[in-house]
């Protein structure tokens, strides 16, 4: 009998996050926040991690989905 096939690491860790890098705009949405408090966060060290590609500002799907969980479970441990 056929074993399945292992599902794909990338899709778990995305966990239903697009599969590209993305833009504050797209961080905003997701959110539900001005834009300008992304920028916010980014300039107080608070929000998720950015990078920069030149002059563009991006985020990681992989960065989104630890850095909401890490904010998951600092509100129940408090």
Same mark, same amino acid.
């Given at each position: 009998?056929?074993?399945?096939?292992?599902?794909?690491?990338?899709?778990?860790? #995305?966990? &239903?996050?697009?599969? =590209? /890098?993305?833009?504050? +705009?797209?961080i $905003?949405?997701?959110?539900?926040?001005?834009?300008?408090?992304?920028?916010?966060?980014?300039?107080?060290?608070?929000?998720?991690?950015?990078? #920069?590609i &030149?002059?563009?500002? =991006? /985020?990681?799907?992989? +960065?989104?989905? $630890?850095?909401?969980?890490?904010?998951?479970?600092?509100?129940?441990?408090?």
């Open positions: 009998m056929a074993k399945p096939t292992d599902p794909d690491p990338g899709a778990t860790l #995305r966990g &239903g996050l697009p599969d =590209r /890098y993305l833009t504050p +705009d797209d $905003a949405e997701m959110f539900e926040v001005p834009l300008e408090t992304v920028y916010q966060w980014r300039k107080k060290r608070t929000g998720p991690p950015g990078f #920069r &030149g002059k563009h500002l =991006r /985020y990681d799907p992989a +960065d989104i989905r $630890a850095y909401v969980t890490q904010r998951k479970n600092a509100d129940t441990a408090a």
